[in-house]
Each structure stands twice: as structure tokens, then as C-alpha cells.
């Protein structure tokens, strides 16, 4: 028997349907877990718009796809294995497979998968909040919840204007920054960022940003007799930038604890403490910056307490679930929430997936397996191990020093070692786009390859490393470096 001529709406559907997708098999959606690498390949290249990426230059070559986390590696779609050096993107505190926070988040999940906290709370957002504050230094106490870093920083400053309308100088509502320092890029965040490469795109931009100097050492000027006098004459540019624009104009001073653009300038001695007290002199707030900072990267819940200074705000993020869901958080002290605290004032900010229930239950597994493994104790007691096995790279003339804190360093990379003469900006380019990255990815090693400033590689691996870690690490960037100095 015939069948049925077509309606005109099922032929109107049937001319609709497009060829069939190369992902698809038999005119149904191929599972991804089934997809081969020349098919996520072709997928990615047409479809996904990676991040701070030239997609440009995927156009003849693959694109790098993770499938898979093993402890402190990483595995490709070809089945590479990579120890993930930078943990992330100085994420993955506890590396990649922990299935106490997959279990918190599937029981949150089960239980409540979502509720704002606008105006109302649930139980995950207030244990979290208060196990924040009996962990952030002084009187941090109020817990401002974000989706990440970016945001923490935008609602840093948002609170610091907000604050100083609250309390009668409403002039109040410049930034001060570093030189370098990359604090987001959100509009706001990435006014206050010292990169101008990264905003010249994006301009105007907030115009109320000032920039004072880093506190890079191996670039001092050498009128400097020790870091300690230099570190105390940087922070004395910041006292200099507050009586240039008015300190009645002046809302705050964002700081990282170790700087991460550059290469993870740590603070000289007594660096921070004299910020703290330029700010208290003239009534400008003192952010700490500890999106990277905090969570044991630097072998403490949060680099205030390893420095021994007391903020206003504390903006964090990215280590509080170790990756595991996206999650940020701005703790402010109680002077600050206090003029909110009266009937009829709201400070008028939040974001639809602040503290979101399974994320604050993830960081909070997260919390507690801090507490039992002593995470932040071994990293104090390992962190000089990996500082030793990279400066064994010191041998190699492209290497300059090696600086940062906890697991969070990083190699100065130099046309001469000697001299510490610099690469010129072509062999830079060339050194960090088109040398290193094959020879990294031949190596097995996954690190950040950086030129923002001089060219330098950041390691920050997982916060479960140990020594066999380091001596892979350290292989892997002799090969890489060995490779660069016979191309240069």
C-alpha cells in the first residue's frame, strides 16, 4: 500500500531539516563522550570562542581538548597526558579528580539546585559565609557572594564608592593600582588592570584609575641599596598618586598579595604594612586582591595572614571550590557593611549565580578537606622544595631568577643571564608564541608562557605536588628552554 503523501507541513519540515551534522549518526545527536578528535576539532574551530584566543591561528592546526582530569594531570582527546602546572588556571587547588566535591554538589543538587540569595538565604550560603569570616584576618565578617574573580573585584570597588556616598564624601571614588597588574575583565575590573594591551580595545574605559609602580626587584633601579628600601619607596608612590589626585577623591588601593602579571612579584619587606598605613593616613580603603592569592596557593587560607597585614576587603574566587564550580566572594569588614545595616539602605548590586547552592556546598567539601590533609601545612613545608628543584634551571643563560612564594612562581626569562639584559619585543613574541608553546607541549607540561611585561613562564601546580611533581617539572622545562636557547 502507498504511503501517505506528506501533509504541507511535514514537507515544510522535511525541506527545513539540514544536511546531517558531522556529529550526528543516522539523523540522531552523537553522544560526546563518542566523538572522535578530527570531529571535536572541527566542532571547536566552528563553533567554540576560546577565551583570550586567536582563533585565527586554529585554522590549520588542532585545537587542544582536555577530556579527561588524573590527579595533577590533565589528558588530551588523543590520550597525552600533561602534569597541569598552573593548576588550571590556578584552580585546581586539590587537581582534577576529588570526588568529595562531585558528591557535594550531586547531593546539593538533589536536595536544592538552585535559589538566588536576593533577599532571602539557604543553608549552603550561610555555612559558607560564616565559615569564611572565622577564616578571613580581623574583622572581615560580611561575605559578598560572586561567580568569580572579575566580579569580586567589580563589586570591591562598587562597595568602596557606595560606602563613601554612605558616609558623606561622596568625592571619594578613584583607584589606585599597580603597574602590570591584571585584576579582571569586566569593565570595571579592567579599568583598574595595568595592562594596556589588554584594555586598548575596549576604550573608554572607567577613567578614574591611577597607576603607581610593582614591586619587581629584578628590575629595580639600582640607586636601590636592598629590596626592603625599594619596596618601602614603591609603596610611597602610592602615598605620592593620593596627594596628586586629592585624597578627598580616593576610594581605594587594590593590591595582590604576589602580583601575578609579570611573573608573581612577591612583596618586598614591610611593602604591605606600609601600604596599610598610607590608606589608614587618608581614609582610602585597602583591597587585597586574592583571586590567586587565596585557598593555599601561597600556604595559607589567604595571603593577608602570610604577610602579616590587614585588608578591608578581601576579593577571592577561583581555589575556594578548587574548579569544581564556579564560585567568587567578596568579605568585607564590618565598617563597611555597617552603614547598610539600617532599614531603607541596600547596597544595589548582586549576579543571578552568586553563591549558588551546589557551589557553596562544594566549597565547603572543599573547606574541609583543607582542614583534614593539612593542605595549607604542606605547601609550607613543600614550597621550598619546588623553588630548589626550578632553580636548577638557573644552569640555562635564557633563565634570570626564579621569584614568587608557595606554589606560585615563576622563571624571568632573559636575552643574557649575566647582564640580565632583555629580549627585544620581536624575539619575545617569537620566544612566547611560536618557540616555547610546541616545545612545552612536546615536553608534557602544561604552564603559562607570558610576555605581559618580559617574558616569563608561571608554574602554580596543584596544591597535592610533592617532589616527584617538581623533578617532571623541572625535566619538562630544561627540555623546553634547551630547545628555545638552540632557536634563538
Not at 117 to 145: C, Y
Not at 322 to 329: D, K, N, R, T, V
Not at 365 to 379: K, M, P
Amino acid at each position: 500500500m502507498p504511503s501517505s503523501p506528506l501533509t504541507a507541513t511535514q514537507a515544510a519540515t522535511a525541506q527545513a531539516v539540514p544536511a546531517q551534522h558531522p556529529g550526528e549518526r543516522n539523523g540522531l545527536r552523537q553522544p560526546a563522550s563518542e566523538a572522535g578528535p578530527a570531529q571535536l576539532n572541527q566542532a571547536a574551530r566552528r563553533h567554540l570562542w576560546m577565551h583570550f584566543t586567536d582563533l585565527g591561528s586554529f585554522a590549520d592546526t588542532e585545537v587542544p581538548i582536555i577530556v579527561r582530569g588524573d590527579g595533577p594531570y590533565v589528558v588530551d582527546a588523543r590520550g597525552r597526558r600533561y602534569l597541569d602546572g598552573l593548576s588550571g588556571l590556578y584552580t585546581s587547588q586539590l587537581g582534577h579528580t576529588v570526588p568529595e566535591l562531585a558528591e557535594a554538589a550531586a547531593r546539593q543538587m538533589r536536595e536544592l539546585a538552585y535559589t538566588p540569595i536576593w533577599s532571602r538565604a539557604h543553608t549552603p550560603a550561610i555555612q559558607l559565609a560564616e565559615r569564611l569570616a572565622e577564616l578571613a584576618p580581623g574583622d572581615l565578617n560580611r561575605v559578598f557572594f560572586t561567580s568569580g574573580g572579575s566580579e569580586s573585584v567589580e563589586s570591591a570597588w562598587k562597595l568602596a564608592k557606595n560606602y563613601f556616598k554612605l558616609v558623606g564624601k561622596p568625592l571619594k571614588h578613584k583607584v589606585v593600582a599597580r603597574s602590570t597588574a591584571y585584576h579582571g575583565t569586566t569593565h570595571g575590573a579592567l579599568s583598574i588592570t595595568g595592562l594596556a594591551g589588554m584594555k586598548a580595545q575596549f576604550e573608554p574605559l572607567v577613567p578614574t584609575t591611577l597607576r603607581v609602580p610593582n614591586t619587581n626587584t629584578y628590575r629595580a633601579p639600582e640607586h636601590f641599596a636592598s629590596d626592603s628600601e625599594f619596596g618601602l619607596w614603591a609603596a610611597d608612590q602610592i602615598r605620592v598618586a593620593i596627594e596628586n589626585e586629592g585624597p578627598d577623591t580616593v576610594a581605594a588601593v587594590f593590591v595582590e598579595p604576589v602580583q601575578n602579571a609579570g611573573g608573581c612579584f612577591a612583596p618586598p619587606p614591610g611593602y604591605l604594612q606600609r601600604v596599610r598605613e598610607i590608606c589608614d593616613q587618608y581614609d582610602v580603603l585597602m583591597v587585597s586582591d586574592e583571586v590567586i592569592c587565596a585557598f593555599g596557593r601561597l600556604g595559607h587560607y589567604f595571603g593577608a595572614e602570610r604577610y602579616g597585614y590587614q585588608p578591608d576587603i578581601i576579593t577571592c574566587a577561583k581555589g575556594i571550590t578548587s574548579g569544581f564550580a564556579p564560585l567568587g566572594a567578596m568579605i568585607a569588614s564590618d565598617r563597611l557593611a555597617e552603614p547598610f545595616l539600617t532599614g531603607g539602605t541596600s547596597f544595589a548590586h548582586g549576579y543571578t549565580f552568586a553563591g549558588h547552592p551546589a557551589a557553596a556546598a562544594v566549597a565547603l567539601a572543599n573547606l574541609d578537606i583543607f582542614e583534614r590533609d593539612g593542605v595549607n601545612a604542606h605547601v609550607r613545608a613543600n614550597e621550598g622544595v619546588l623553588r630548589t628543584s626550578l632553580e636548577r634551571l638557573l644552569d640555562l643563560p635564557i633563565v634570570g631568577e626564579v621569584r614568587g612564594d608557595g606554589y606560585f612562581l615563576a622563571l624571568q626569562l632573559v636575552r643574557d643571564q649575566q647582564s640580565k639584559q632583555a629580549f627585544t619585543p620581536e624575539e619575545g613574541h617569537r620566544l612566547v608564541n611560536r618557540i616555547l608553546p610546541p616545545a612545552m607541549t612536546e615536553a608534557g607540561l602544561y604552564c603559562r608562557i607570558d610576555n605581559r611585561g618580559e617574558p616569563v613562564i608561571q608554574l602554580a601546580p596543584p596544591l597535592i605536588c610533592d617532589q616527584r611533581h617538581f623533578d617532571e617539572i623541572e625535566q619538562a622545562l630544561r627540555s623546553a628552554l634547551t630547545t628555545a636557547v638552540e632557536a634563538l
